[in-house]
């Protein structure tokens, strides 16, 4: 074991798809005597550009053969890098063969994603499936006793400091942590194409699921201060946090990942102004207006209270008007698809309040999956990426709703699609005036709404709850008529929810009986 030992590094090989900083690299290997071997297009940058090196095929004694497909695939390159080199069996099989030891293996990889993201036809991206470069990576990385693999440009900054700091040696301990991260590199590489491939032949579950994704921060806990917790970005690029630039503010922790994302994904189902206010995963102020600031306030008055310490999500660009219309309430997160400079210089006078611009919205209706951890696996599904069908409503009831009611119906099964289940929501105008979530009876559920609608007509003194003469939205089917009637008891003129209960035939009477206009739309929208 060659446990702390410094290695010189008197042989590189360099083969790089990425060229970022390669002529640095090449310059200070060069500087610090070390023969560089090469292929392709590095080859001809680093000659461009002075930097001594030979290519492959002349170490070798073997040409590039099938057009590139064949090139470092050869025993003068594994042996050379694979050789252990206090194993005298290793060394005098190099001697007989006239291998000479590798050092150093800098490979970055085909850009085989950046090519199917672009959308290119099959065959160029099979070409782009790189087959020698994880190979050099993976035998480099099996001999990180004596060979380090650099697999970033990235990384090129470590290297040649610890070059500096050793006379032109590597330690063991980087040695190690760039094996780690070369197994890692080889491994997402393989799940991009893997993917590709299932996606190829329309399996959207494979039977063998792989996962790739990149750290993006390690995060100061979890849920909770003694868990421990980080954010990594991998699947489909969707706009949200994983796109997010943080303009301003603290930190974000583990929850405010969570919930703004609950937030902006509710904000993105809305083609007219609106904002989301989300506490816990769930939102306690969804509103639409002719403006972001008109929403702001008709979001705000759904629960003030519970406004305290949210997430804002809006699908505008932030204006210095909403941050002045903030004022001194405390929120911990606004995410937005941009920001004027108006509104960045307003809002830095929050320091502690964190911005988040996205660059744009999420289409709601995208395909993609949603993964949850279970104990010793996962579960794996679709999005609920079902927005609300007009013409598949079917009304149940005596009584039609009007255009209006129909408007708010859409609205609220809209929201009640990212509140926790069981969930009801209470709208009025485009706004939300009470939420029910999570609770195990959707009767309290209905309850709940309505106690809050009652709070925050109290608070904003109004006469009367403002959920009277609102519609109810319900994610699931009524049981039984008792939910029903308390959507009833808090005011409510019309109701939507995707029946299939074994029981409709009797809510649809009490809804009658009651003189409310009802709505099936034929699907649910569990949210656990």
Not at 38 to 57: F, I, N, Q, R
Request: hydrophobic share 50%.
């Amino acid at each position: 074991m060659a446990d702390a030992k410094l290695v010189p590094i008197n042989r590189a090989l360099v083969s790089v798809s990425d060229k970022t900083g390669l002529l640095e690299l090449g310059r200070a290997l060069a500087a610090l005597g070390v023969e560089i071997l090469s292929t392709g297009g590095s080859a001809k940058a680093l000659a461009a550009a002075g930097v001594p090196v030979t290519e492959v095929s002349a170490h070798t004694g073997f040409p590039e053969i099938m057009d590139g497909r064949v090139k470092t695939l050869h025993p003068g390159i594994h042996g050379g890098i694979l050789a252990r080199r206090d194993e005298p069996e290793h060394v005098a099989a190099m001697e007989r063969h006239g291998i000479r030891p590798i050092d150093l293996v800098v490979v970055n990889l085909y850009p085989f994603r950046e090519t199917v993201a672009r959308g290119a036809g099959e065959a160029e991206c099979v070409e782009n499936i790189d087959i020698g470069g994880p190979a050099m990576i993976r035998a480099a990385a099996k001999n990180h006793d004596f060979v380090a693999v650099v697999t970033a440009p990235a990384q090129y900054a470590d290297l040649l400091a610890e070059l500096a700091a050793h006379g032109g040696a590597t330690s063991f301990a980087l040695r190690r942590r760039l094996a780690a991260a070369a197994y890692a590199h080889t491994a997402a590489y393989d799940a991009a194409v893997a993917a590709w491939m299932a996606e190829r032949e329309g399996d959207t579950f494979p039977a063998t699921l792989v996962l790739a994704a990149e750290r993006r921060q390690v995060l100061r806990y979890g849920e909770n201060p003694h868990q421990q917790a980080a954010f990594y970005a991998g699947g489909a690029r969707r706009a949200g946090v994983a796109t997010a630039v943080q303009v301003q503010g603290k930190e974000l922790s583990f929850n405010n990942f969570n919930d703004t994302d609950a937030a902006f994904e509710l904000a993105a189902e809305f083609a007219d102004p609106a904002v989301v206010i989300v506490k816990h995963a769930n939102p306690c102020g969804v509103a639409t207006g002719g403006t972001i600031l008109e929403a702001w306030g008709r979001a705000l008055a759904c629960d003030p209270v519970s406004a305290f310490g949210g997430i804002v999500a809006i699908n505008r660009p932030l204006e210095a008007a909403l941050v002045e219309a903030i004022g001194k309430l405390f929120l911990e997160v606004i995410v937005a698809p941009d920001a004027t400079e108006e509104a960045k210089a307003a809002l830095a006078r929050k320091a502690n309040l964190r911005l988040l611009l996205t660059g744009g919205m999420p289409d709601p209706a995208a395909a993609g999956m949603t993964l949850r951890s279970l104990a010793g696996g996962y579960l794996l599904q679709t999005r609920d990426a079902r927005p609300v069908m007009p013409a598949e409503l079917k009304v149940v009831t005596k009584r039609t709703p009007t255009a209006q009611e129909m408007a708010d119906l859409v609205f609220a099964f809209t929201v009640a699609k990212h509140v926790k289940s069981n969930a009801i929501v209470y709208a009025r105008g485009g706004a939300t005036v009470g939420i029910g979530a999570g609770q195990m009876s959707r009767v309290d559920s209905a309850r709940m709404a309505a106690w809050k609608a009652e709070e925050s007509g109290r608070i904003a003194g109004l006469p009367e709850s403002p959920a009277k003469g609102s519609v109810a939205a319900s994610d699931a089917f009524f049981p039984f008529a008792d939910g029903l009637l308390a959507t009833v008891a808090a005011g409510c003129t019309a109701v939507i929810q995707p029946g299939g209960s074994m029981r409709d035939a009797d809510v649809i009477a009490a809804a009658d009986e009651q003189g409310l206009a009802m709505v099936l739309t034929g699907h649910r929208h569990f949210r656990h």
